[in-house]
């Protein structure tokens, strides 16, 4: 397909010919190299909307994932960087207006951008022995959603949430591409994310 001549910055038309490899060939040597292209500058926007490090970091891999997961809505009347800005900045808003009740109650994983299970806090030395009970009450809950999840998906949770290891971490010890890990724990967090939601409407 021949790129857009409205697209006049080689930086643009090269984007395009990546989109259209990734969206009509599942290339994902171009899925790799958008990201790799595009990762700081939009970890650096959501990092001075948050000003959140570890926020702006899962922001940035859920950024790519709906854009990736949206790919076949691009069309080229502008830039892809101009396109996944704009998802960035909309999905940012989002978790910002979401953020404003801070809350320790298992049910924010479905409510927040993010979902990030190790966020919430309950001070651990504190010597309440309800909240102590609540407490455990919720990581057993947890944990039986975790084990809903393909095999797949239940590992790479359970060494990023209970285990806490990085995102490199994981990648070495699964030998697999870091953009691979990172993409598929979006996924995971969606899928847990609706697996709860499920629960609440049941009850």
Known sequence: MEVKSHLTSEK???????????????????????????KE???????????????????????FGKAFASLHLYT???????????????NC?????????????????????????????IPSESNNPEESFIHEQRINLLREVVRQLKPRYRRLVEMRY?????????ASELNMPLGTVKIQLFRARDLLRNILNGKKESI
């Open 12 to 38: 643009a038309q090269r984007d395009y010919l990546l989109v259209q490899r990734a969206r009509e060939h599942g290339d994902q040597r171009a899925y790799a190299d958008l990201m790799r292209m595009y």
């Open 41 to 63: 500058p939009i970890y650096l926007l959501l990092l001075k909307m948050t000003n959140n490090p570890i926020e702006a970091d899962d922001l940035t891999i859920e950024t």
């Open 76 to 90: 080229p009347t502008h830039a892809f960087s101009t396109w996944l800005y704009s998802i960035a900045t909309n």
């Open 162 to 170: 209970f285990d806490e290891k990085t995102y490199e971490e994981i």
């Open 93 to 121: 808003v989002d978790y910002i207006r979401k953020r404003r009740l801070q809350t320790v109650y298992l049910d924010d994983i479905c409510t927040t951008s993010v979902g990030d299970v190790y966020e919430y806090s």
